[in-house]
């Protein structure tokens, strides 16, 4: 498949960023049936717009069929809905929010962040494409719609009296194929001083990082500050303030507002994120096509490790049934020859199998009968919390590893 053009500005894109081959989708978990199947898999990799500096993918898989559907629920990580409840304290006392206000939350997912307003009385509205996961958020008591955000939505939604004082979109703006509307809808769902609050995995912690296994093709977009800008200014938003944040291996929250409000003065986080960004060089093509050459030595680490623990009777599982381990192993072909299972949390995965690779999936207490040499983290961004979770596997002697940045086993 060729390279398309810019999904924002419309110039061609010529300059590759990252390759990863061809995959199934990172979410699309496989049942015990599919597994006689054939696996449909599609390009994986990135390119970077000149023009804008937008990062994006170029092989297009449609939203419904990648989210009307989904696997992924917020709430069975602790240390995010822990990191959701701070911002909506935050938020309240920020933006003065209360029992006059409405908040919007687009991708709200399980209810796991409104439900913290809605505890304070604070008027709230999810829209979640995934009526499977809505379904869960209104069991809580989270007055949620099941659809696609963007322009039309919008007008809806105003339509009704429920224009947004804060409109709130975490890991959502690298998920939509058509960024023009989604942000056009983001501007056409504010009060006139309302603000947009959006988190996103940051570009140059990716870069930094190596964190090449957040490619996957439910993430259209990868994100910088430089780029976000653009798009938001074409649309008649204002980046107003910048905070980093560890989440996701290196996160932005941006603070936006229409251009026209003079309610909202600029935060020092803005300057200090565009200079950063400019000292790293995302205003130069070289600096994209550079980032491939630093993939190939984590995936020859990966091999190394699994290929010496075989050669040496060790058994390995792997914990965490996460989008970016499915790129990793995928790219690396790992499958159940070298790892014998997964284990999450998250009861709606069990039973099922990774795509592509095929691992089973279990319930966490599987480690503790098969008792494992090594448990392979693969979300690395929490696996502090895994550790701090799971310290029994020490008890036999088991220890964790992890792939990203480098081959790194931990105790």
């Known amino acids: 498949m060729t390279a398309h053009n810019c999904r924002f500005c419309g110039a061609p894109l010529k300059h590759r960023f990252v390759d990863l081959g061809s995959t199934p989708l990172a979410n699309a978990y496989l049942t015990e049936e599919q597994l006689k199947q054939p696996e449909p898999s599609y390009p994986l990799r990135a390119f970077v717009c000149s023009e ?9 898989v449609p939203p419904e069929d990648i ?39 687009v991708a709200s ?18 829209i979640e494409p995934a009526e499977n996961v809505a379904d869960v958020a209104r069991q809580i008591g989270v007055p949620t719609e099941a659809r696609f955000f963007g322009e039309e939505t919008a007008a ?12 709130i979109g975490n890991n959502v703006l690298a998920h939509v194929p058509d960024i023009n509307d989604f942000v056009g809808g983001l501007y056409g769902v504010l009060k006139p001083d309302g603000v947009v609050s959006v988190e996103f995995p940051h570009l140059l912690r990716l870069m930094e990082n190596i964190q090449f296994d957040t490619v996957y093709h439910e993430h259209f977009y990868y994100l910088s500050l430089l780029a976000v800008e653009k798009v938001f200014a ?21 603070f936006a507002c229409r251009t026209t409000s003079a309610a909202h003065p600029t935060g020092a986080g803005v300057a200090k994120v565009r200079a950063d960004e400019a000292a790293a060089g995302f205003d130069q093509i070289e600096t994209y096509e550079a980032f491939q050459s630093r993939v190939a030595p984590i995936k020859d680490g990966l091999l190394a490790f699994l290929k010496e623990a075989k050669r040496d009777g060790k ?8 989008a970016k381990g499915n790129t990793l192993l995928n790219f690396c072909g790992v499958g159940t020859d070298l790892i014998d299972y ?31 040499d090594y448990v392979l983290i693969l979300p690395w961004n929490i ?29």
């Not at 935050?90 to 206000?101: I, N, Q, T, V, Y």
């Not at 997912?109 to 999810?126: E, R």
């Not at 701090?388 to 020490?394: P, S, V, Y």
């Open 109 to 126: 997912n399980d209810g796991y962040l409104l439900k913290h307003f809605v505890q304070a009385g604070v008027p709230v509205l999810g």
């Open 383 to 411: 696996k502090n919390e895994v550790v701090a979770a799971n310290k029994r596997i020490g008890a036999w002697g088991g220890r964790f590893a992890v792939a990203v940045p480098e081959l790194t086993v931990i105790g």
């Open 67 to 105: 989210f009307s559907h989904y696997a992924y629920f917020s709430s069975y990580s602790d240390s995010w809905v822990e990191h959701a409840r701070q911002f909506t304290v935050m938020a309240r006392k920020r933006f003065g929010l209360g029992e006059e206000s409405q908040v919007i939350e």
């Open 234 to 254: 074409a649309h008649g938003l204002t980046v107003f303030d910048v905070e980093e944040l560890p989440t996701h291996g290196g996160s932005l929250r941006v």
């Open 156 to 167: 809806n939604l105003v339509s009704r009296g429920l224009a947004a004082d804060i409109v």
């Open 315 to 322: 058994t390995v599982a792997a914990y965490g049934a996460a």
């Open 342 to 372: 997964v284990v999450d949390r998250n009861p709606h995965k069990q039973g099922h199998y990774l795509p592509g690779s095929k691992l089973p999936i279990y319930a966490p207490e599987k480690m503790d009968e098969t008792k494992p």
């Open 52 to 60: 804008c500096w937008l990062v994006q993918a170029d092989a297009f």
